[in-house]
């Protein structure tokens, strides 16, 4: 009787979830665009701000010397050369972007191989100016190097002089896909214990709260289905609809990182299957977790609405350790991060990524996510058996 | 075929039923009356095994509840006022069917029994459409039907009519009567005097978790001396209010 109920409230629970389009939409169609969509205006806004800074720099040039400085700016393409009366005002009020005071004696110092002194103004507050002023440090950088290759002519010495060592960079990974995999590492895991939060919560509420709300749950009782069995049907439904999400939030996440345009530029990184394969063991472990947590806080909830208000307070509480280790460095970790709930799962996904399969990090994790969802099952056993929760009116 | 004994139940200070006894028997439908909060709800989930007694207990087709809570629910049918409580995504007969086969009833078992309710309440034209757009008298069938689908010997019904329009409610009247055509033991809990007159055949007044009363509506009318029940159910009541 047992198995057999399990699967009828799995089943029916499952047949319930999809004629609903609401939760489909929710939890399928949204995850699968969210990030696409959101990733591709963030990279083709910040593309289309980048390009409009870097072809239309409005710098001020104060040169009371008519210096070949500020002639040789007036010949670099990007640089709009505009005047100000009043330089710090301007640059506050972003009329100009930077603005670059060229004492009289500028000339005859470079003449005299004197140090040549330059005033440079810009906002530190403004991305913008900080950009101008990047650039044109860049350009009076490039200009210094005419100046030394000029004095080193005069001295007949070459200008090999000043590179005694070259160096050549090689990097273990292709350019374009370390880039990629440094950024999935940091992103991924992150994501995947949102996933698995989020990705249960809907119907979650739905099977607990929801049913109470409803009027259903009562009646769900009087049968001769023992409540256990009840549990164990809703908890495998929800676990199912709880990894469909994420799924389908993760296609959402490698279209984004694929498409051209976006934030990524299309950087594809391969990924192992046995790589793959771990990390989906992991996010089905940690669903299973937060789907029991999500179902007991649930089934004491009187109202969706109150659910609802409990469950965020979870998903608050379980970022501080997610976003605590989201920075750290996949191949440097220390075996007491593996000890810390939540921050042991995104440290080994970190290290999955990065192709380290360290058996015993491994291992620690495993064991207490084991740990964490029979504590959670058990918890959820708890309240669906207490009379005070079902009957909580 | 309901036995109960010395039933009691403590919500923490709360003493919601105090050590209550009485039976009924086979055929028989008594009426649990009293106001708001005297008892009655909570003696009905006791008898069903939703909640555990704190005190005494009860027998239901020879089943104990505290012993064989499981084979206690297979011999009870219940159906509760307020709330319907159907899935409104599935059709009325997946709603039947799940309750079915949540009792244990094979494929063949199920199939003759939702038949035979669908032709006994006349739902064949919408019983396979969802029941989210149903009307309450349609979902009220589809509730009855539910209730009683893996053919129990014992009916509870938990003011069944409460909030229900006239004819909505007429259709519960007439599957109580149903019921007790079919020799099933029914507890009726109502606060409708004029209801319980109607359809049962014994009163078992209880308030503040006590028996105040157990006799035949004649019997009480003959023993407080008058032809109006809610004059006896009141004076009752406020006896034992201490008024």
């Known amino acids: ?393 | 075929m309901i036995e109960i004994m010395e039933l009691s139940k403590r919500f923490k200070k709360v003493l919601a039923v105090d050590a209550i006894s009485f039976h009924v028997a086979k055929g028989e439908i008594v009426g649990l009356v009293g106001e708001n909060g005297a008892g009655k709800t909570t003696t009905l989930r006791m008898l069903a095994t939703m909640l555990k007694p704190t005190g005494g207990t009860a027998a239901i087709g020879g089943y104990d509840i505290l012993r064989q809570p499981g084979k206690v629910r297979g011999e009870i049918g219940i159906l509760f006022g307020g709330e319907v409580g159907l899935y409104d995504r599935l059709t009325g007969r997946e709603n039947i069917e799940y309750f079915a086969a949540l009792n244990g009833m094979t494929r063949a078992e199920t199939d003759a029994s939702v038949d035979k309710l669908i032709r006994l309440l006349d739902m064949e034209e919408y019983i396979d459409r969802r029941v989210g757009k149903f009307s309450r008298g349609m979902k009220q069938k589809v509730a009855i039907a539910r209730s009683i689908v893996h053919q129990p010997t014992v009916m509870l019904f938990d003011e069944p009519t409460a909030g229900l329009d006239v004819s909505a409610a007429r259709i519960v009247q007439d599957f109580i009567l149903h019921c007790k055509q079919e020799e099933k033991a029914i507890i009726f809990s109502s606060h409708s005097m004029a209801e319980v007159e109607k359809l049962c055949d014994r009163l078992v007044i209880i308030n503040k978790g006590r028996i105040v009363e157990d006799g035949t509506v004649s019997e009480l009318k003959a023993k407080y001396r008058n032809d109006n029940l809610e004059d006896v159910f009141v004076q009752l009541a406020g006896e034992s209010n201490g008024n």
């Open chain 1, 1 to 393: 009787m047992g198995t057999k109920v399990v699967k009828l409230v799995f089943l029916k629970e499952l047949k319930d979830i999809f004629r609903d389009r609401k939760t489909i939409f929710m939890s399928l169609v949204i995850p699968l665009l969210i990030f696409p969509l959101l990733f591709y205006f963030m990279g083709s806004g910040m593309d289309q701000s980048v390009k409009k800074i870097e072809e239309n720099l409005k710098v001020a040039v104060v040169d009371s010397g008519n210096s070949s400085l500020s002639q040789y700016l007036a010949g670099v393409e990007k640089l709009k050369l505009v005047e100000s009366s009043d330089i710090e005002a301007d640059i506050k009020n972003g009329t100009i972007l930077a603005a670059l005071e060229i004492p009289e004696t500028f000339d005859a110092d470079i003449q005299a191989e004197r140090p040549a002194n330059l005033v440079l103004f810009y906002d530190n507050a403004s991305q913008a100016s900080q950009m101008a002023y990047s650039a044109l440090t860049n350009i009076i950088e490039a200009y210094s190097k005419t100046v030394v290759a000029q004095r080193l002519l005069a001295r007949d010495i070459s200008d090999d002089l000043l590179t005694p060592v070259v160096i050549d960079a090689r990097t273990t990974e292709d350019e374009e896909e370390g880039m990629g995999k440094l950024m999935l590492s940091m992103l991924l895991p992150l994501m995947l214990v949102i996933f698995s939060i989020s990705g249960p919560m809907g119907v979650a509420v739905d099977l607990g709260a929801g049913e109470k709300e409803r009027g259903t749950l009562e009646p769900l009782l009087t049968t001769q289905a023992g409540r256990l069995s009840l549990l164990w049907g809703k908890f495998f439904a929800i676990t199912v609809m709880g990894l469909l999400s994420t799924v389908s939030s993760l296609l959402g996440l490698m279209i984004s990182m694929r498409q051209s345009g976006g934030l990524f530029q299309g950087s594809a990184v391969t990924i192992e299957p046995i790589t793959i394969l771990l990390i989906g063991l992991v996010t089905l472990l940690l669903t299973m977790f937060f789907g029991a947590v999500e179902l007991s806080i649930s089934i004491y909830a009187r109202s969706f609405k109150e659910a609802q208000t409990y469950i965020s307070p979870l998903m608050l509480v379980s970022f501080i350790p997610t976003y605590a280790t989201y920075l750290l460095d996949a191949k440097n970790i220390d075996t007491y991060y593996f000890h810390i709930p939540l921050a042991n799962i995104t440290c080994l996904l970190k290290e999955f990524l990065a192709g380290i399969y360290n058996v015993s990090h491994i291992a620690i994790t495993f064991a207490w996510i084991i740990i964490y969802i029979v504590a959670a099952v058990l918890f959820a056993r708890h309240m669906f058996s207490k009379e005070e929760v079902i009957f909580r009116t």
